[in-house]
T-cell receptor, first 112, second 119 residues
Framework: KQEVTQIPAALSVPEGENLVLNCSFTDSAIYNLQWFRQDPGKGLTSLLLIQSSQREQTSGRLNASLDKSSGRSTLYIAASQPGDSATYLCAVSQGGSEKLVFGKGTKLTVNP | GAVVSQHPSRVICKSGTSVKIECRSLDFQATTMFWYRQFPKQSLMLMATSNEGSKATYEQGVEKDKFLINHASLTLSTLTVTSAHPEDSSFYIC???????????????FGPGTRLTVT
């Protein structure tokens, strides 16, 4: 059974810092990995999707990497801003299925 | 593009009553929709997979007679929580699946969620 773990559970940083969020998964036979952002009481916004054959994806100040063999992914946020404050969720899908298995998320607070 | 809506956004109901939540894909057709539940400080847990025109597939531990799912069209799926109890209070989120631009894979787009409180 696939399990997704995110570390740390919470992170507080001053504005302007670069930071890294971690995600690990137990079964490396994934189809893709996604990073989402969730604001309090809201739905999910997809940030980046990495196919299993890819090593990384970039969008603006965000960069996500994937090391499938070791079961790890990182989300790098450059020059953090208060507007980046949210919970970041990592999810993986298995081959042949669209089902997503989510981690519990990392709650990020960027202080002005 | 790829917008998914949910209605209502919040609902409070009395124990024993039923509540219906709608999930719509506004600008695309979704052959598959998913229903998730999220408890405070917990992750999203998949409840069921809904395919248009067929019965939903429920995850282990989810009561299909309690959580009725109907996927009548390519743009609408509904989740009905029957005989709701306080322990059903949660945040319910749906997603709709469509093929990505490369047509080689699928991507899920999520609704804004529905906060259900059962008193």
């Amino acid at each position: 059974k696939q399990e997704v773990t995110q570390i740390p559970a919470a992170l507080s940083v001053p504005e302007g810092e670069n930071l890294v969020l971690n995600c690990s998964f137990t079964d490396s036979a994934i189809y893709n990995l996604q990073w989402f952002r969730q604001d309090p009481g809201k739905g999910l916004t997809s940030l980046l999707l990495i196919q299993s054959s890819q090593r990384e994806q970039t969008s603006g100040r965000l960069n996500a990497s994937l090391d499938k063999s070791s079961g790890r992914s990182t989300l790098y946020i450059a020059a953090s801003q208060p507007g980046d404050s949210a919970t970041y969720l990592c999810a993986v899908s298995q081959g042949g299925s669209e089902k997503l298995v989510f981690g519990k998320g990392t709650k990020l607070t960027v202080n002005p | 593009g790829a917008v998914v809506s949910q209605h209502p956004s919040r609902v409070i109901c009395k124990s024993g009553t039923s509540v219906k939540i709608e999930c719509r894909s506004l600008d695309f057709q979704a052959t598959t929709m998913f229903w998730y539940r999220q408890f405070p400080k917990q992750s999203l847990m998949l409840m069921a997979t809904s395919n248009e025109g067929s019965k939903a597939t429920y995850e282990q531990g989810v009561e299909k007679d309690k959580f009725l799912i109907n996927h009548a069209s390519l743009t609408l799926s509904t989740l009905t929580v029957t005989s709701a109890h306080p322990e059903d209070s949660s945040f319910y989120i749906c997603s709709a699946s469509t093929t990505r631009r490369d047509r080689l894979s699928y991507e899920q787009y999520f609704g804004p969620g529905t906060r259900l409180t059962v008193t």
